[in-house]
């Protein structure tokens, strides 16, 4: 079964009756479909919105609908994902929710009376790190490397292409997952190609699963997307010291945006990045710079 075919499989009849309709060149290009109860349903795809149906709004009833048939009709199964806000499909497409949140104390327990859904379109593009592999690797293994872009830029993108390759060429990589989005587990099973020598570690919090990898399954190289907090920092000294290659990926809009990070300020000062690439726009990078900000060569 195709995307096409499949995603529709997971909606309402409603829905499901006008995305049929899209145009399959464009669906390709698709990055994005966004339904709100009774707001215009959206398709983000060649870096623009399009409205799918002209006048036609999903109901709450077609929500719901599309939930059950996402959720397998057992919301309870996929309770835990639904905490984190989404859940995963074959393919490795990941469904981002909205609704009514249920708490246990703090924490968010699952939600319900769900409202909005996004369903994020796995495309992995092979070949996007060819430009930079050369430049981040020396003497066989590779730099500590840092992917910095604003939202929305391929990040992620990059850094799937990065390990499937370091991966594919003989390195060992640990790759935490912590939102489902490089790998794209589905059931534990890796959806998206990172590579045959790759272990992925899914749904698991970032500063806890560098820590598990290097103890359990030694890397050459650990992976990670979205590197930030004060514990994911404490983490990278553990992979420092034990000789670990880091690569990872941050927001930003270049490599000095790290330095006004509070808790990657620090490690950015100590030069432990040693490269950063810096991707301006979808597919488009803008430099591969060494720590002291020289272009990488």
Do not use: W
């Not at 339904?35 to 002209?54: D, I, Q, S």
């Not at 570690?201 to 598990?212: I, Y």
């Not at 990278?236 to 945006?257: F, P, S, Y």
């Amino acid at each position: 079964m195709n995307t096409k075919d499949s995603i529709i499989s997971y909606l309402s009849a409603g829905p499901a009756r006008h995305l049929i309709k899209v145009e399959p060149n464009l669906f390709k290009q698709v990055s994005e479909i966004r339904m709100r109860a009774e707001r215009p349903m959206l398709l983000k795809a060649r870096g623009r919105e399009y409205e799918v149906g002209e006048g036609f709004r999903p109901t709450q009833i077609d929500i719901t609908e599309t939930m059950e048939r996402i959720s397998q009709y057992s919301y309870y199964a996929f309770e835990e994902e639904m905490a984190a806000g989404y859940i995963t499909l074959p393919g490795g497409h990941r469904v981002g929710i909205t609704g009514q949140a249920v708490l246990d104390g703090s924490n968010v327990r699952t939600l319900r009376n769900i409202n909005g859904i996004n369903i994020r379109i796995a495309n992995s593009v092979y070949g996007c790190a060819d430009s930079v592999l050369h430049k981040i690797r020396g003497g066989g293994k590779p730099f500590h490397t840092m992917v910095v872009s604003p939202p929305g830029c391929g990040k992620t993108t990059m850094l799937r292409d990065i390990v499937r390759q370091l991966s594919d060429g003989g390195l060992t990589v640990g790759l935490v997952d912590e939102r489902s989005e490089v790998a794209g587990c589905f059931k534990g099973v890796p959806q998206n190609d990172v590579g045959s020598r790759t272990d992925v570690l899914d749904g698991c919090p970032k500063a806890a699963g560098m820590v598990m990898l290097l103890r359990a399954m030694a890397p050459d190289v650990i992976a990670v997307d979205e590197l930030g907090g004060e514990r994911d920092a404490r983490a990278v000294e553990d992979v420092l010291n034990a000789g670990v290659k880091l690569i990872c990926t941050t927001h930003g809009h270049c490599a000095a945006d790290v330095r006004k990070s509070p808790s990657l300020g620090r490690l950015f000062e100590r030069g432990v990045f040693e490269r950063f690439v810096v991707l301006e726009s979808v597919g488009k990078v803008s430099g591969v710079y060494g720590p002291n900000g020289a272009d990488a060569v």
